[in-house]
């Protein structure tokens, strides 16, 4: 089912305008944008990929073509940013690899440009999500930052010098796997302790559920459960603060960031996550202090609004 609303404003006509998606493993989200970051629209709906890869491409295309309907007669649709989950070509426009989606060497730009004749601009999703919180968010007019995403999996967003770093192969800000507990648990990548088995809302809710003999307890109830003095809830609570807290200090140590940003749908929980994770972070670094850690602006829309600045940014190129 899809969930269509007005987010900012009228819309204004004769403007260009721009499509921003964000496909994700459970939800498809859309955006109609404006220059200036500013959202008209807004469409939600869940992503099939129970269905296969194909069906995901189909509801991506029909979350275009929905938006695209909304545009005045005035005014122009002129892109469409699209950000993706896993590895990502984004200058060949591919779609290397994405577990949740069943996509691998996807040709995904060329077969959403073919389908709906705009110029579109295929990017990584978290950095997408970063960008925006560079560009509108918390982490305007800062150089130094590291933005992370806690949802299905940990991944990161790495902001250095005021801009978004992909790394030599595209791969920069797996801090989802950084191995911290040595003799941890093997996680899917084939590393063992690494940190979304342990910090990611999938592994809170795995690992309690498992722990608990009962299933599909949601990642925010196991934290809410933890914070209500629930002991076996707490345990778990705790190892996903241990194991992101030392990923963060080795990044602290490495790379020096001024604000590190939490975003995805964990970081509903404000204070009950970020104030634990606060305090670990600054008892792993002895001799030099924590950089300040918060929520960010946009928490599960950061990803579409990114999508949005992106195609604008290649408009320009």
């Known amino acids: 089912m899809t969930a269509m ?19 994700g493993g459970t939800t498809v989200k859309a955006g109609l944008f404006d220059s200036d970051g500013v ?4 469409s939600e709906r869940p992503t099939p990929r129970h269905l296969g890869p194909d069906a995901v491409i189909t509801t991506t295309l029909h979350a275009i073509v929905e938006l695209r309907a909304q545009v005045p007669q005035a005014a122009r649709l002129v892109a469409v940013g699209l950000v993706v989950p ?15 989606l069943g996509w691998q060497q996807l040709p995904l730009r060329q077969i959403v440009a073919d389908a709906v004749g705009l110029p579109v601009i295929l ?61 941890g648990e093997w996680c899917a990548c084939g590393q063992r302790g690494c940190t979304e088995t342990y910090a990611s809302a999938a592994s809170l809710s795995r690992r309690y559920s498992a722990a608990g003999g009962i299933s599909d307890v949601p990642a925010q109830d196991v934290i809410s459960r933890a914070a209500a003095g629930d002991p076996l809830a707490a345990g778990i609570f705790n190892d996903a603060i241990t194991a992101l ?28 996550l970020l104030d634990p994770l606060t305090r670990q972070v600054q008892a792993g670094l002895a001799w030099r202090p924590a950089p300040t850690i918060s929520k960010g602006t946009f928490a599960g829309d950061a990803g579409r609004r990114g999508a949005g600045i992106l195609a604008w940014h290649g408009l320009k190129v």
């Open 245 to 272: 807290g030392r990923a963060l200090v080795n990044y602290v140590l490495l790379m020096d960031p001024e604000l590190i940003l939490i975003g995805g749908g964990m970081a509903a929980s404000g204070a009950v």
């Open 39 to 42: 959202e008209y629209r807004h």
């Open 123 to 183: 990017d990584h999703d978290v950095r997408a999500a970063g960008l925006a919180e560079l560009e509108l968010g918390a982490a305007q007019g800062l150089q130094e930052i590291l933005f992370v995403a806690l949802g299905t999996g940990v991944a990161a967003a790495v902001i250095t010098r005021g801009q978004v770093s992909a790394g030599a192969t595209g791969r920069a800000g797996e801090l989802g796997h950084l191995p911290v507990f040595p003799e």
């Open 86 to 100: 896993g590895v990502v070509d984004a200058q060949q426009g591919i779609a290397v690899y994405a577990a949740n």
């Open 5 to 23: 609303r007005r987010t900012e404003g009228p819309l204004a006509a004769q403007r260009d305008l721009v499509i921003g998606v964000d496909v």
